[in-house]
């Protein structure tokens, strides 16, 4: 028993030091490890799995829109990169540069992808001709690297994994289409199958991508009250389409070029969940995502009862066999030591098999989120146990949605808007009137940005003036310190 306490008691509290307790939970859980290259991460095979599911469930939603899978090179000409001025400032700070390659300096540096814009619009000029040929809707499951000073696991590294989609397009309304449904796509997404309330809306100037017209994005507050980018949908105009000369011929005999969207999720969503969701004890993980939703742990004390239950154990396993990913745990360590383990690793739902469990053809079912418990004959497995598992998806998203409720600020002052971003944690959402210098000045005194400027506005409009400049509102928008 003290194994077992020692090993929960070492993990520290979320309320005392957050980002000690978020890193605790990323190493004990073996979902990720520090690599030999500075601020890289090895995603070790339970992360993995996480972010297959993630991946899996993500890419059916994209092909339900039309979207198709490609690939594109890693290495990206300096040339490209400087076809396109705002982007290439904005990501010149964190590239990475190939100079030399088999042992001969290179007649043009390339830059390791920091994402795909540009080489991804040199094809499309290549592939589109005419109006026939649109709209081109492309998705990449790639890795890309961003040179980051500060780094944390899943959060923010130099290499990380993500999707990035590019689609092309006849008109400027087309593509604005599109970049909304992308985020709608993300938004379905994070809150269907990753439990994880987000607010959805637009970015500001100072916070839009390098390049874009247009940014919108979903924000989700984590469970220190930072907020967190949990997907971006961008629609870049004709900026892209100018700089790469993706022209084609419409059905009025002109010339004309094309608009151009990109949008993108990586593998901080893995940190987003451990954070919304975790507690005490380690992770809690969403049902749909989770590598296993039931783990299965055989419980007997004299040796003549085990074959027994691992009869019933493997009974089980056939029985539920395609319908629930089920794992058995037949370490040699004691029960209590595999409660612990798989609490802090996430699984869902817990199912205690004991030698009374078997006479009585029954077993025991443990909720991961609230440590409820309930015997179920196995006969009624195949149907309660999906049942369960959906119920313990929907209570986390309303656990984390009344978790967000709670810590949502209003506010007219611009003192109290300053006490509420120093003491408590949390968005802040304000009357505001869009200007970038304001902004930056917020920015600088409070550590605080515009997250998101929310597509739910008032009905008939905002009454009242700015929080910063006292000029007329135009909108709410959404404030807090963020990952």
């Given amino acids: ?222 469970g220190d009250g930072k907020a967190l980018q949990a997907g971006t949908s961008h629609n870049l105009g004709q900026n892209f389409a100018k700089g790469f000369d993706i022209q084609f011929l419409d059905a009025d005999g002109q010339r004309k070029y094309c608009s151009t969207t990109s949008w993108g999720m990586s593998t901080r969503m893995i940190g987003g969940i451990i954070m919304v969701h975790g507690d005490s004890s380690g992770l809690i993980l969403p049902p749909r995502l989770a590598p296993y939703q039931t783990v299965v742990v055989p419980i007997w004390r004299k040796e003549a009862d085990k074959s027994t239950v691992l009869a019933q154990v493997e009974r089980i396993e056939k029985l539920l066999k395609r319908k629930v990913r089920l794992k058995v745990d037949l370490s040699e360590n004691t029960p209590g030591w595999k409660f612990n383990e798989w609490e802090m690793r996430g699984v ?49 998203f309303q656990r984390a949605l009344e978790f967000r409720e709670k810590n949502t600020h209003y506010t007219d002052s611009y003192e109290e808007f300053k006490r509420i971003i120093a003491e408590e944690r949390g968005f802040v959402r304000v009357k505001w009137a869009e200007d970038s210098a304001a902004e930056q000045a917020i920015k600088e005194e409070t550590k605080a940005t515009i997250r998101v400027i929310p597509f739910d506005q008032p009905a008939g409009g905002v009454q009242g003036k700015c929080i910063y400049t006292g000029k007329p509102a135009t909108c709410e928008a959404i404030f807090a310190r963020s990952y």
């Avoid at 593509?175 to 199958?193: C, I, P, S």
């Avoid at 869902?348 to 309930?374: T, W």
């Fill in 348 to 396: 869902p739902v817990r199912m205690e098999i004991g030698p009374r469990d078997v006479q009585n053809n029954s077993v025991v079912l443990v909720r991961r989120d609230n440590r409820a418990k309930e015997v179920v004959p196995v006969d009624a497995l195949e149907t309660r146990l999906p049942e369960l598992l959906e119920e313990v998806q929907k209570a986390l």
């Fill in 1 to 222: 028993m003290d194994k077992e306490e020692k090993y929960v008691d070492e993990i520290a509290d979320q309320d005392d030091n957050f980002s000690k307790w978020y890193n605790q939970i990323v190493r004990k859980a073996e979902l990720a490890d520090y690599a030999p290259v500075r601020g890289c991460m090895i995603i070790r095979p339970y992360g993995y799995a996480i972010w297959e599911n993630l991946q899996s469930h993500l890419d059916a939603r994209f092909k339900e829109t039309g979207v198709v899978n490609a690939y594109f090179p890693l290495l990206i000409p300096r040339s490209f990169l400087e076809k396109e001025a705002e982007h290439v400032e904005g990501f010149a700070p964190e590239l990475a540069w190939v100079t030399r390659g088999g042992g001969e300096e290179l007649e043009e540096p390339l830059a390791i992808r920091p994402t795909s814009e540009t080489i991804i619009g040199h094809s499309y000029a290549r592939w589109v001709q005419s109006y026939r040929d649109l709209p081109l809707l492309i998705n990449q499951w790639n890795n890309v690297m961003r040179w980051e000073k500060r780094t944390t696991l899943f959060l923010r590294t130099a290499e990380f994994l993500w999707q990035e989609g590019h689609t092309a397009h006849r008109t400027m309304e087309e593509a604005e289409e599109r970049t909304r449904m992308m985020l709608e796509v993300y938004r379905a997404f994070v809150e269907e199958d990753a439990a994880m309330p987000v607010i959805a809306g637009r970015k500001t100037e100072n916070e839009k991508f390098a390049g874009a017209v247009r940014t919108y994005s979903i924000e989700a507050l984590m």
